[in-house]
């Protein structure tokens, strides 16, 4: 089945990290389940609350979020056919955005599934996209090849579960290194139906929305930091999602 959209999603965020120190946070924010190929067209009062650039994306050079998809896709040997994507983000509020984790779920003409792809953002201004091939479970394994966190260094191996939204949003990503797994982080949410009134509650329930996130994040690090934590050095990134 190939979720309805548009939608949103009011959403919990935790992260929980068990070594070398047990910490754990939780945020609450929402986030949008769109058709690329089809944006949602909001009325002109609210267009400042959600935008979705094609520039947000990929290697942020096509014209369309779709075409930044598809020639990621095809770099690695895919072809959808033309099949659909629903995509789950953050948009663009008032201008800004910050997107720490984007997923798309393609499908082939039929409507079958056929990959997921997790866009991954860092605070550096560096993304990275993983290809995945969830099992009938929907859990997919995929090595860490991405500087995130700096109090954790390049290794390691992901597991995900991503299973399509529908009413319910529960998403999980562990990170597993040798002797352990130190982090594990959740999304949970519910569908909500795209109205005006929706989208006004839930920008006055979180303003600012991914400004948040991304002061967050960063508030989060400093107080890892004063508890003693080791910075990771970061290695530099060079793929074609880079646009640092």
């Avoid at 201008?95 to 990959?115: E, I, S």
Wanted: charged share 25%; hydrophobic share 35%; with cysteine.
């Amino acid at each position: 089945m190939v979720t309805a959209t548009p939608a949103l999603y009011s959403c919990t965020i935790t992260h929980v990290r068990t070594a070398p120190t047990r910490y754990g946070l939780r945020h609450r924010t929402y986030m949008w389940l769109i058709d690329p190929d089809r944006p949602p067209r909001l009325p002109y009062a609210v267009r400042a609350l959600a935008r979705f650039d094609p520039g947000d994306h990929f290697d942020g050079t096509q014209p369309s979020i779709r075409a930044g998809l598809d020639k990621y896709l095809a770099d690695r040997g895919v072809d959808l056919r033309g099949g659909r994507v629903v995509m789950l983000t953050h948009a663009r509020v008032f201008g800004y955005v910050f997107n720490p984790l984007t997923l798309y779920w393609c499908h082939d003409p039929d409507g079958r599934p056929r990959c997921v792809v997790a866009e991954v953002h860092n605070t550096y201004g560096e993304r990275h996209c993983y290809l995945l091939r969830p099992d009938a479970e929907d859990v997919a394994y995929t090595g860490k090849e991405f500087y995130v966190s700096p109090f954790f260094p390049v290794d390691g191996r992901y597991r995900m579960r991503v299973p399509a939204p529908d009413r319910r949003l529960d998403l999980t990503v562990h990170l597993d290194r040798a002797g352990g797994r130190p982090f594990t982080a959740t999304v949970r949410g519910l569908r909500r139906e795209v109205t005006t009134g929706t989208l006004l509650r839930m920008a006055l329930r979180h303003p600012w929305s991914t400004a948040a996130v991304s002061a967050a994040i960063r508030m989060h690090g400093i107080r890892l930091y004063l508890r003693g934590l080791p910075v990771q050095p970061r290695p530099r990134h060079r793929t074609p999602e880079n646009v640092k």
